[in-house]
C-alpha cells in the first residue's frame, strides 16, 4: 500500500480538561430533584410538554441523573444534556458499551453563546474518563453534530408497499407460525426475541426493562391519532403495528419488527400484507430488506425517504476498531483528525473474520479521516470509497479504499432499532 504525505505522529491523546459554559453559567451533574425542570426546557426545546404522569414515568423508568450535565444561570436551568447506557452490537458479535446521548437542549432565550459546545465537552470528558470507546446519539437536526465528532452510522428507508393485490413469488415458502399477542403478552414475549436480533444485528442497541416498560405503555395520547397497538408473534420474531386514517382509507404502520430466522421474516410480512382493508402497509427497513425479491413486482415497495440512524462518535480509537471483526484481512495505518476532543492520532489496524489489534502507530498512514468519518464506517453502514467522493475520507492508493470498504463491511447492514 502507498502511504499519504505525513507529519509526525501524536502523542497519546490526553483526556480533556472539565468544561465551563461561560460568565454567569454552571455546569453541573443532574439529581432526580432536577427531572421536572429537564422536563420543562426539554418540552420547550422539543415542542411537546410531559405531563406530570409522563414525567413520573420516566424517572422511574429512564431517568439516570448520573448521565445528565446541566447547564445554570443562577436558579435557572438554561441546558442540558443526558445519556443511556446501552450495549452495541459490533461487527462479529461483540458487545460494547456506549452512552446514547440525548434530550440535548438549550433554552431558547440563551441559544448560540456556546452552551451546548460546553455540555458536549463536559458530556464526553466524562465519558472518555469513564473508559467509554464509543458514544451516539439520533439528531433531530443533521448539520449539528459533526463538529462533535458524530457521523451518520446507520442509514434507513421509509418503505410504503402497496396492497391489495401484492403477490409473493410462487416459490416463496409459506412458513406460517404466527398468531396475535396482546400488548400484556408482549411484555413477557418480546424482549428474548429482540435479545436474539440484537445478538446478531450489527449497530443493534439492547433494550432495557426500562425501554420495554415505554415502549410497550402504547399510552393513547402517544399514538399520533392512530390506532392501540396490534402485535404478531412467531416463534423467531414479532411485529408491532398500528393502523392509520390516511389516504383517505387505512394504512398498517410498522412500529417495530424483529425477525431472526428467514422463516420469521416471510412469516411475519405474508400476514401484514394479507391484512385485508388497507390500501398499504409503511415500514422503516435497512437499505438492503429483501421485501421487494419475495414479490413477483418488487415496484410495489417503494422507497419514499432515506434517512439517518443512529450515529457514532468513537472516543477511544484502538478500544473501538479492535472491538469488531473485519470481512477479509486488514493492515492499514489510519491517521484519525479530532478537533474537538483531541483523541485521534495515528493508528495501525490489523484485523480479520477472527478479530483485531489497533493501536498506536508511528508509520505513516495510509488514510487520513475526521472522527465523524470514522463513525460512519465504524458498523459497516458506509463505504470509505463513497466518503472519499465526498472528500471525508483521503488515501493516496484507491486499492486501499477498496480493502476498507470490503474489509469494513459487516455480516448484514447495521441496525439500531431504538429511538433514543
Ligand atoms: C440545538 C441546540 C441544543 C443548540 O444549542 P446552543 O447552545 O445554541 O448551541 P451552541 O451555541 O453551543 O452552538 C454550538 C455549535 O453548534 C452550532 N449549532 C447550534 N445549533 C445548530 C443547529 N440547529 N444547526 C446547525 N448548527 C447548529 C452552532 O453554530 C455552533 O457552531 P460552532 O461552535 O462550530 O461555531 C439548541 O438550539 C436547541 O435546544 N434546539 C432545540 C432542540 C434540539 O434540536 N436539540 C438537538 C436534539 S438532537
Sequence with gaps: MTAVDAPPPTA????????????????????????????????????WMLSAEDVEHYGRELFDPGNYVLAQEGTELVGATGGYDFAVRMPGGAALPAKGVTWVSVAATHRRRGILRSLMREQHRRMIADGLALSLLTASEAGIYGRFGYGPATVRHAVRVTRPGTTFRADVPDPSGVRYAETDEMRALAPPLHARWHA?????????????????????????????????????????????????????????????????????????????????????????????????????????????????????VPAALSARTYGTELDVVLEVDDPFLGRGGRFRLRGGPDGAVCEPASAPPHVRLGVAALGSLLFGGFRASSLARAALVGAADPKVLRRIDTAFTAEREPEYGTDF
Design 12 to 47: 497519546p491523546p490526553p483526556t480533556p480538561a472539565p468544561s465551563t459554559a461561560g460568565p454567569g453559567v454552571q455546569l453541573r451533574t443532574s439529581t432526580r430533584d432536577d427531572l421536572p425542570a429537564i422536563a420543562r426546557l426539554g418540552g420547550r426545546a422539543f415542542h
Design 200 to 316: 446478531t444485528t450489527p449497530g443493534a442497541l439492547d433494550r432495557s426493562a426500562g425501554w420495554w416498560a415505554t415502549l410497550l405503555a402504547d399510552k393513547p395520547d402517544k399514538r399520533g391519532g392512530d390506532s392501540a397497538l396490534y402485535h404478531l408473534v412467531h416463534a423467531d420474531g414479532y411485529v408491532s403495528y398500528r393502523i392509520a386514517e390516511a389516504d383517505g382509507g387505512r394504512v398498517c404502520r410498522v412500529v417495530d419488527l424483529v425477525a431472526v430466522s428467514r422463516d420469521a421474516y416471510i412469516a411475519l410480512w405474508r400476514v401484514l400484507l394479507g391484512l385485508d382493508l388497507l390500501s398499504a402497509v409503511t415500514a422503516e427497513v435497512a437499505p438492503d430488506d429483501a421485501l421487494p425479491h419475495l414479490l413477483t413486482d418488487p415496484r410495489r415497495v417503494r422507497t419514499e425517504g432515506r434517512y439517518d440512524g443512529v450515529w457514532a462518535r468513537v472516543l477511544d
